[in-house]
Nanobody, 123 residues
Framework: QVLLVESGGGLVQAGGSLRLSCEASGRTFSSYNMGWFRQAPGKERALVAAISKSGKGTYYGDSVKGRFTISRDNAKNTVYLQMNNLKPEDTAVYYC????????????????WGQGTQVTVSS
């Protein structure tokens, strides 16, 4: 069992930056591929970025490429999402998720989810 706790959300003006953090419990964090999802009102939850167990493999959704960076520190059981040049359309609840899979995982059926953190970008 992995418990995930996100932090770092908030209100920011367009063009600003935020860094989300997700701390995982347990001693097997490095066994999990990790992902950040987001869900805006009236929309389905969508994968924003994913990172492999080692951190060497990453994936980004088209809408965030070049603006967001996912990283992880396995010694701290933490995955990060650095968000730069934020836009109003980035407004959503952001979720951290973990999955046991052989390699970088870009599906949506992750096994473990955090409670979410709200990101609001004003124009």
């Amino acid at each position: 069992q992995v418990l995930l706790v996100e932090s770092g959300g908030g209100l920011v003006q367009a063009g600003g930056s935020l860094r989300l953090s997700c701390e995982a419990s347990g001693r097997t964090f490095s066994s999990y591929n990790m992902g950040w999802f987001r869900q805006a009102p009236g929309k389905e939850r969508a994968l924003v970025a994913a990172i492999s167990k080692s951190g060497k493999g990453t994936y980004y959704g088209d809408s965030v490429k070049g603006r967001f960076t996912i990283s992880r520190d396995n010694a701290k059981n933490t995955v990060y999402l650095q968000m730069n040049n934020l836009k109003p359309e980035d407004t959503a609840v952001y979720y951290c998720a973990a999955v046991l899979s052989p390699a970088l995982y870009t599906g949506t059926d992750y096994n473990h989810w955090g409670q979410g953190t709200q990101v609001t970008v004003s124009s």
